[in-house]
């Protein structure tokens, strides 16, 4: 078959695109950015052609999908309507590609890609397996039985997924644009899980998970006693984390995880136990864990002059805040610096508050104006980033023509942070060091 997929430097589908190229499919894609993105390298592997412009011819059999971050009024979805060509929703394919394989789908507010990349990175190891991580990167190979997704609740996109299991990682308010409250939230995850065929893995810790009464069977994981496999023995050093599992009062195995700070021994907790009932062997578990390298854009460290840069895809208070103490629990003789370019005008309205206490724990920040593709500025009036920047105890604005307000900073872990593109900002950051030099 053939697809054509406008937005494809997006996340996620340049990830579909990658999956549907392997599983022998003819794929092209429209975006009208034209720099070059982290997304574009499973293309380029690929050789799937990226057009920027409306002059290519299109196939009249070519399946369409589109990203949501396109109006219904975009040139190129014009386009491909008045071509009468067939039009199919992103997470209707999703869904169809779920229901070909036994799926791990891997969902919550945060922590989705880091917990989809650990168990890929295990399940690959030993048996094979498709993978569709948030970062980009997915692959295919219809002879793999098993398919590691991250699901994603944005616009209620995963109920088109049908799950042989489920991990929940954590449920909170988020997506204040497509969702009414936190109980429309639970909601939509309850009808989410309760479609799961086999297992749930769910976060016990979390409040808003234990609200949810799951008919298939669940296995809960996290600190708290209350939990069927509970984390203890926990030990922070600047190597990363070392833990134990335990299974109520039975010791369930010790674990070396080469991240930084609780919410990933969380995400690594949640992969241990999914692998074993796997059938995968503990110390096998182990000894991959050791190797595990993070997903693109997840704690991303560069070295830059004196400074060490680390470039995270964190846009929620909470987000943040785990990215800042990860980074204090790794350097923590540095000074600590965070950089963040909110993106959407509804969560910086619903979450400014909980933005500025989170970046409030870096000694500075400094913050962008509000990155959004999908929102209009005029429908939130005063909203912008200075709603964030009057809480803030050291902050400032900043953009690539005021970077030099770090040319002194020596030193330091500079944390940028954003769902949104910030190589322009860390670009410039790079040339300024390199003129110092």
């Not at 995963?158 to 939230?185: A, G, S």
């Not at 595990?292 to 560069?302: G, M």
């Not at 993106?343 to 409030?360: C, G, I, V």
């Not at 870096?362 to 920047?389: F, H, M, W």
């Amino acid at each position: 078959m053939k697809y054509y997929c406008i937005g494809i430097k997006g996340s996620g589908m340049a990830t579909l695109a990658n999956i549907l190229h392997d599983l022998g499919n003819e794929v092209s894609g429209y975006d009208d950015v034209k720099e070059w993105k982290f997304t574009q390298s499973g293309l380029e592997e690929r050789h799937i052609p990226i057009y920027t412009d409306s002059t290519h011819h299109i196939d009249p059999d070519t399946i369409v999908t589109y990203s949501k971050a396109f109006s219904e009024d975009h040139k190129e979805l014009k386009r491909v309507k008045e071509l009468g060509l067939t039009i199919k929703a992103y997470n209707e394919i999703i869904g169809e590609l779920t229901d070909q394989f036994q799926t791990i789908s891997v969902c919550g507010t945060h922590g989705k890609t880091t917990t989809s990349s650990l168990l890929k990175h295990v399940i690959e190891n030993v048996y094979g397996c498709n993978y569709f991580i948030g970062d980009g990167s997915g692959y295919a190979n219809p002879k793999n039985q098993l398919f590691v997704i991250e699901s994603d609740e944005f616009n209620r996109h995963f109920l088109t997924y049908h799950p042989t299991y489920t991990v929940i990682t954590n449920i909170e308010l988020e997506h204040t644009e497509c969702y009414r409250d936190i109980d429309d939230i639970i909601q939509t995850f309850a009808q989410f899980a309760n479609r799961t065929k086999k297992l749930i893995v769910a976060c016990g810790d979390n409040e808003n998970i234990r609200k949810i009464t799951f008919q298939p069977e669940v296995i809960y994981y996290g600190f708290s006693e209350n939990n069927d496999i509970i984390i203890k023995n926990l030990v922070h050093n600047q190597n990363g984390n070392s833990f134990d599992l335990y299974e109520k009062e039975t010791f369930y195995g010790h674990y070396d995880l080469p991240l930084y700070g609780d919410h990933m021994v969380l995400n690594a907790a949640a992969c241990i136990i999914l692998s074993r009932k796997l059938d995968i062997a503990d110390n096998t578990i182990h000894d991959l864990l050791k190797t595990f390298r993070n997903a693109k854009r997840r704690f991303a460290e560069e070295k830059v002059g004196t400074n060490i840069v680390i470039d995270d895809y964190a846009h929620h208070p909470t987000e943040i805040r785990m990215t800042l103490q990860a980074a204090k629990q790794k350097y923590p003789d540095r000074k600590l610096i965070a950089i963040f370019k909110p993106n959407t005008y509804s969560r910086t309205e619903a979450f400014y508050r909980e933005f500025a206490d989170a970046l409030n724990i870096a000694d500075s920040a400094y913050l962008t104006e509000i990155d959004c593709n999908r929102e209009k500025k005029e429908d939130y009036p005063g909203v912008s980033s200075q709603l964030i920047l009057n809480l803030l105890k050291n902050g400032k604005m900043i953009d690539e023509k005021t970077i030099d307000q770090l040319k002194e900073e020596e030193n330091a872990v500079i944390c940028m942070m954003s769902c949104a593109s910030i190589e322009h900002l860390k670009q410039a950051y790079k040339e300024l060091k390199k003129e110092k030099e």
